[in-house]
């Protein structure tokens, strides 16, 4: 087991938000909302905690804290996040089409995404750009 206590709180917070997100889709479906993330700190011009903590974007900080969440890190899949997390600048942001929004296509449109058409679907996440 890797220890998490030397991370920053800037990469806890942006591999919590990609596990959060895209655990369960793969190493691909967890690069891309990498990208989503570095591709809305890109063009709000905000750092990727900003983008990740800004109210209503990504639900899993609904009402939660960081400490509400470490838990995640220590998921087989943490050790990936975490360094998708470290070089969040560096992801491709082409991977999502620079996608700078997505949703899980288990759920209901969206109103955002009403007459969108996405960029990319990768795994059970469909990508647009807006």
Same mark, same amino acid.
């Given at each position: 087991t890797h220890?998490? #206590?030397q991370l920053?709180?800037?990469t806890k917070i942006i591999a919590i938000t990609i596990l #959060?997100? #895209?655990r369960g889709e793969g190493q691909g479906g967890m690069y891309a909302v990498g990208a989503v993330i570095a591709q809305r700190a890109f063009?709000? &011009?905000r750092t990727p905690t900003e983008v990740c903590l800004k109210k209503w974007q990504f639900s899993c900080w609904n009402g939660k804290q960081l400490k509400d969440l470490e838990y995640l890190l220590k998921v087989p899949q943490g050790k990936y996040a975490i360094a998708l997390a470290k070089n969040i600048k560096l992801l491709s942001?082409?991977?999502v089409g620079? #996608?700078?929004h997505y949703h899980n296509n288990k759920i209901k449109l969206p109103y955002w995404a009403k007459?969108? &058409?996405p960029v990319k679907t990768i795994g059970n996440h469909i990508f647009y750009k807006l």
């Open positions: 220890n998490n #206590a920053t709180r800037e #959060a997100e #895209a063009e709000r &011009k942001r082409d991977f620079y #996608a700078n007459g969108q &058409k």
